[in-house]
């Protein structure tokens, strides 16, 4: 039940296109849903974050979409570009400062 | 900006080694963390610490492994007897609650190779 389950393990996609990774969870305690990149050699970094009292959330090329009773949530990359390759993680925490239950990571390749 | 900073970058240690891995957290967060990741997988929890003691920990945090918070700065990950599965990358990782994030800020992480 502590489990975040991410698809797919990889993904290419030609610069332009649009990136879409997935992640579903089964704990409804959950109430904090970031999605993390993380370049090769480097630590996760937090890139956009959700609550599930909104559906969907936007920062620049990208798009959080939430469906709270599907129990499932999706990260949106928009126009990618090589810059965008890197390792993809979503994960879910409930009450701020509880551990972060990470997915498995999606190794994204953006081809120019 | 204000980040985490993890020293060192790469430690290479013999089996049955004790190492000390060491955090410095961003100064005004409260809560501390460490994760580790083998090469190629997830992410995964060990242990997180507050209010100078451990608020919980994960069954890969076994009696081989213990955290310090030695001064206001400091955060340390301890591993007694290091095992070859020890291997991965340690990540440290602070956040601040409460003030509308729930971001948990990560290190660069120390790369922990046993022999």
């Known amino acids: 039940q502590q489990q975040v389950k991410q698809s797919p393990q990889s993904l290419i996609v030609q610069k332009g296109g649009i990136s879409i990774i997935n992640c579903a969870y089964e704990n409804t305690a959950f109430d904090y849903f970031p999605w993390y990149q993380q370049f090769p050699g480097k630590g996760p970094a937090l890139l956009i974050a959700i609550r599930p009292d909104v559906s969907e959330k936007k920062e620049g090329r990208f798009t959080i979409s939430f469906n709270k009773s599907a129990k499932q949530f999706s990260l949106h990359i928009m126009d990618s570009q090589p810059g965008d390759s890197a390792t993809y993680f979503c994960a879910a925490n409930s009450q701020g400062y509880n551990k972060l239950i990470f997915g498995a990571g999606t190794r994204l390749a953006v081809h120019p | 900006e204000p980040e985490v900073t993890q020293t060192p970058s790469h430690q290479v240690t013999q089996m049955g080694q004790e190492v000390i891995l060491r955090c410095v957290p961003i100064s005004n967060h409260l809560y501390f963390y460490w994760y580790r990741q083998i090469l190629g997988q997830k992410v995964e929890f060990l242990v997180s610490?507050?209010?100078?003691?451990?608020?919980?920990k994960s069954e890969i945090f076994d009696d081989q492994f213990s955290v310090e918070r030695p001064d206001g700065s400091n955060f340390t990950l301890k591993i007694r007897s290091t095992k070859l599965e020890d291997s991965a990358m340690y990540f440290c990782?602070?956040?601040?609650?409460?003030?509308?994030?729930?971001?948990?800020?990560f290190g660069p992480g120390t790369r922990l190779t046993v022999l």
């Open positions: 610490f507050y209010n100078n003691e451990i608020s919980e």
């Open positions: 990782a602070s956040s601040r609650p409460g003030q509308g994030s729930n971001e948990q800020f």
